[in-house]
């Protein structure tokens, strides 16, 4: 059974920096990394980084988020600095399995930046 766990959030002030972290098991990944839902607006991503270390950054939080991955490990973190308020929102961690074309996804952790 597939599992990703995260960890990390909070309240945090704005220009300040938390991690995430997910622990995902059960499965080989290739593409791993978060996606994030505001109250109000659709779910969209953040930042994804392939089995390779290929990465990918919403043109939003370039120069502030930075994702990685440790494949033996099979965790995926994601460290954001110079939050905004408006990076609040309840942040996915999500996975896609290697061999089949199945996505899977956390329960969210929620990220509040206030100002």
């Known amino acids: 059974q597939v599992q990703l766990v995260e960890s990390g959030g909070g309240l945090v002030q704005a220009g300040g920096s938390l991690r995430l972290s997910c622990a995902a098991s059960?499965?080989?990944?290739?593409?791993m990394g978060w996606y994030r839902q505001a109250p109000g607006k659709q779910r969209e991503l953040v930042a994804l980084?392939?089995?390779?270390?290929?990465?990918n950054y919403a043109d939003s939080v370039k120069e502030r988020f930075s994702v990685s991955r440790d494949n033996a490990k099979n965790t995926v973190r994601l460290q954001m600095n110079i939050l905004k308020p408006e990076d609040t929102a309840v942040y996915y961690c999500?996975?896609?399995?290697?061999?089949?074309?199945?996505?899977?996804w956390g329960q969210g952790t929620q990220v509040t930046v206030s100002s």
């Open positions: 980084i392939s089995s390779g270390g290929s990465t």
């Open positions: 999500y996975a896609r399995a290697l061999f089949t074309p199945r996505d899977y």
């Open positions: 059960g499965n080989i990944f290739n593409n």
